[in-house]
């Protein structure tokens, strides 16, 4: 079985996300631990994907807009 998600896709653009030192604000904002620091980098957490409740508190935080969140039942 895969461990990503199914129905949500959570990706972080690394050329724009300005890294955990400087930021770290989607590590800090969601309530379940979508995003986990991976050196000074944001790391999407697959397996908590389907726990993610669309709150976009993430892209809100985002300053440098590098959150894409994707419904993919939509798609
Ligand atoms: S909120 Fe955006 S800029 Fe800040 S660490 Fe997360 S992805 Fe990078
Ligand atoms: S939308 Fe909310 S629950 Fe989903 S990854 Fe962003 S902060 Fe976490």
Same mark, same amino acid.
């Given at each position: 079985?895969?461990?990503?998600?199914? !129905? &949500? *896709?959570?990706?972080?653009?690394? @050329? @724009?996300?300005?890294? %955990? +030192?400087? $930021?770290?604000?989607?590590? *800090?904002? $969601?309530?379940?631990?979508? !995003? #986990?620091?991976?050196?000074? +980098?944001? +790391?999407?957490? =697959?397996?908590? /994907?389907? =726990?993610? &409740? /669309?709150? =976009? /508190?993430? %892209? #809100? @935080?985002?300053?440098?807009?590098? &959150?894409? &969140?994707?419904? /993919?039942? =939509? +798609?």
């Amino acid at each position: 079985m895969s461990s990503a998600s199914e !129905f &949500i *896709r959570v990706d972080v653009n690394m @050329t @724009t996300c300005v890294g %955990i +030192a400087r $930021c770290g604000g989607c590590v *800090r904002v $969601c309530p379940v631990s979508i !995003f #986990q620091k991976n050196g000074d +980098a944001p +790391a999407v957490v =697959e397996k908590n /994907l389907d =726990e993610c &409740i /669309l709150c =976009e /508190l993430c %892209i #809100q @935080t985002c300053k440098p807009e590098a &959150i894409t &969140i994707r419904k /993919l039942y =939509e +798609a």
